[in-house]
């Protein structure tokens, strides 16, 4: 089944910005909404952006995502040590009787 | 406070089978669209099987399809994955998660999660 395209990993120093880029198709991302989860070492995973740039209660706004037909992107601002972490973006596929896909994760590295 | 807990994940042999649950808290599960999600060991995120929240209508990834079945038992407030004919490829931390969803699926997203269980699959 079909899934989204991210970026192996990405980085920066504190307090730069780091974007992450998620590709998919006219049956996830062209059709519906996308999301991001984020993933701290150890731990499950935690809604960071839904319904493509809203944040959840407690999300600090330093997180921000868009999305453009057939790709989204999630941007960090102001980069810390504690956003070290995986993050994958997600989204509804239409294709063949309906499933959620994931992308391919995301690592942040804080230099 | 809303919370999942996740439970039956262990050790079963290739072929076995294994029955997980989830107990939900702070929240009415058979009123909520549901998820189940899976991560191997060292790779990402895998969505495994979903139900909707009003209607009896279930979805599965073609991973999994024909072997597992997804449930929630109303008067336990639970979720659970059936899961048949297990390979050595579905062994990984089993995470329940409750989703908030449009009826057209544009919106679609897992707003709680579980701390996970582990399926380990091996002779």
């Known amino acids: 089944q079909s899934v989204l395209t991210q970026p192996p990993s990405a980085s920066g120093t504190p307090g730069q910005r780091v974007t992450i880029s998620c590709s998919g198709s006219?049956?996830?991302?062209?059709?519906?909404?996308v999301n991001w989860y984020q993933q701290l070492p150890g731990t499950a995973p935690k809604l960071l952006i839904h319904s493509n740039n809203q944040r959840p209660s407690g999300v600090p706004d330093r997180f921000s995502g868009s999305k453009s037909a057939g790709s989204a992107s999630l941007a960090i601002s102001g980069l810390q040590s504690e956003d070290e972490a995986d993050y994958y973006c997600?989204?509804?596929?239409?294709?063949?009787?309906?499933?959620?896909?994931f992308g391919t994760g995301t690592r942040v590295t804080v230099l | 406070e809303v919370q999942l807990v996740e439970s039956g994940g262990g050790l079963v042999q290739p072929g076995g089978s294994l029955r997980l649950s989830c107990a939900a808290s702070?929240?009415?599960?058979?009123?909520?669209?549901m998820s189940w999600v899976r991560q191997a060991p060292g790779k990402g995120l895998e969505w495994v099987s979903g139900?909707?929240?009003?209607?009896?209508?279930?979805y599965y990834a073609d991973s999994v399809k024909g072997r597992f079945t997804i449930s929630r038992d109303k008067s336990k407030n639970t979720l659970s994955l059936q899961m048949n004919s297990l390979r050595a490829e579905d062994a990984a931390v089993y995470y329940c998660a409750k989703v908030t969803a449009g009826t057209n699926k544009y919106y679609y997203y897992m707003d709680v999660w579980g701390k996970g269980t582990t399926v380990t699959v091996s002779s």
């Open positions: 997600a989204a509804w596929d239409d294709s063949l009787n309906g499933h959620y896909v």
């Open positions: 139900i909707s929240g009003s209607a009896y209508i279930t």
């Open positions: 006219s049956s996830n991302i062209g059709s519906n909404s």
């Open positions: 702070g929240f009415t599960v058979s009123n909520n669209a």
